[in-house]
């Protein structure tokens, strides 16, 4: 289960999602340890965040890699 895992966690959700809403993401998150970021992207469905918004993706990507080492350290 979720309230298991014990290492930072990046969950990223597109807001249009048709498979997982939003509101089931948001709840899946409450249960995840506090080390945790969620990244939701405006438009965006089920498909490649990368591909569809690079600079969102990369940003949220280097922001959670810094505050992963920074909480290590």
């Not at 709840?27 to 600079?55: M, T």
Request: charged share 15%; proline share 8%.
């Amino acid at each position: 289960s979720a309230r298991q895992v014990r290492c930072p966690v990046l969950v990223m959700h597109g807001e249009r999602d048709p498979r997982v809403t939003l509101p089931q993401m948001e709840q899946l998150v409450q249960n995840l340890n506090p080390s945790r970021q969620f990244k939701v992207f405006p438009g965006l469905a089920h498909q490649s965040y990368i591909a569809a918004a690079p600079d969102a993706w990369h940003g949220s990507v280097q922001d959670f890699l810094t505050g992963a080492m920074t909480a290590k350290n």
